[in-house]
């Protein structure tokens, strides 16, 4: 079963709906901080995402456990949703916090 | 051509409890594999670690002579339904069978109370019909072999007879190894029947072995 890129993408997206409100939430809460402190924030807010994530992984992991063979069954594996949605929700993250640095720069 | 698929030298404790010592079953494709035991015995222990998902101390797992240590990154060659509801519960039926490359209209001609759920999503069904469609996907998926754990579980007798029908088609494509407490109708469809018990599979020759194993009164 050769997947297709677009329905690897579709797959992910669904996953990544799982978590995404969360994850969303923390980085616009990090951007406010960013914005109002200024770059003295950055490694804190930077851990706390890190840390954020970490949980959020244990939630889904525990909660949604079951959901994974659906993926597997479809050529996707865990390490494929995890390491994607992960790396896709932590560039979101930091491409927001470069584009606040710049607008508070100018 | 036909394919066939090997299992061997599993090895699984957890901690000082063993689980699996003396495996060896295979799986050929126009064939059924069935296994049966008891509660406890490791039957779905077993599924998992052929698909990879339970490291065991060690095993050997071989497609057509190939071993394989991660089946569930090859779909292509073994899918697998657990035993409980694994497709997300948001989803529709039109995105299921759209994901698994099947026709919904094949689907409906089996089982036509479905007509008018295709743009359901898979929680509005009831326990039963949500297990058929689950049954139905990996029986119909594209890949050498399925394994299926419980498949009969929550099925009305009738949608039985129906996914036992499908399964004597879809075996001209495909194997399949099955296990599930409904032995009758396991017994009825597999090719290759074995007891797992003490650890050990035991290939079964006549029905009365299950009996002697301690599975069934037959």
Known sequence: ?106 | MQHKFEVDSIQLEFGTKRILSDIYFKCETGKVTGILGRNGQGKTCLMNVVYGNLNPVSKSIRFDNMTIFQAFKRPDLLTYLPQFNFIPSHLTLKRIFSDFDLSFSDFENIFPEFSNKFKSSIKTLSGGQRRLIEVYVIIKSKAQFSMLDEPFSHLMPIQIEKVTELLAIEKSKKGFLITDHMFRYVTEISDYLYVLKDCKTHLIKDLTEIENLGYARI
């Open chain 1, 1 to 106: 079963m050769n997947l297709k890129p677009f329905k690897i993408i579709k797959l992910l997206l669904t996953f990544y709906r799982n978590y995404c409100i969360a994850t969303t939430a923390i980085t616009i809460c990090c951007i406010w901080i960013f914005y109002k402190n200024g770059l003295s924030t950055f490694f804190p807010l930077c851990w706390f995402k890190i840390g954020t994530l970490g949980l959020v992984y244990y939630f889904i992991n525990n909660y949604k456990e079951r959901d994974i063979y659906y993926y597997q069954n479809l050529g996707v594996s865990k390490i494929i949703l995890w390491s994607s949605t992960l790396a896709f929700d932590i560039m979101l993250f930091i491409v927001s916090l470069i584009i606040t640095y710049k607008i508070n720069a100018t």
